[in-house]
Nanobody, 116 residues
């Protein structure tokens, strides 16, 4: 089993920044990829950013140039630096981890609110 713990959400003004963190723990797994989805009220959950253990990254078009994902493989931890935040970025952000040859796991979610 894999457990994911997220942190870093909060309230920020438009144009501000936040950094999210997510750490995977457990035993008997090898992580292939980690990242974040987000879900706003009334909308479907969407992929924000992902990164593999080899460093390959993927971003939603709406966040390219503003968000940066990075990882520390030794700690099974990923980080999401969010700059130039917009009100439309407001959502619950869910960390995910995909072990090789196993189903995807989800974090508990952390609220990000961008408002003046």
């Amino acid at each position: 089993q894999v457990q994911l713990v997220e942190s870093g959400g909060g309230l920020v003004q438009p144009g501000g920044s936040l950094r999210l963190s997510c750490t995977a723990s457990g035993s008997g797994f090898i992580i292939n990829a980690m990242g974040w989805y987000r879900q706003a009220p009334g909308k479907q959950r969407e992929l924000v950013a992902g990164i593999t253990t080899s460093g390959t990254t993927n971003y939603a078009d709406s966040v390219k140039g503003r968000f940066t994902i990075s990882r520390d493989n030794a700690k099974n931890t990923v980080y999401l630096r969010m700059n130039s935040l917009k009100p439309e970025d407001t959502a619950v952000y869910y960390c995910y981890a995909k072990p090789i040859l196993s189903s995807q796991y989800w974090g508990q979610g952390t609220q990000v609110t961008v408002s003046s």
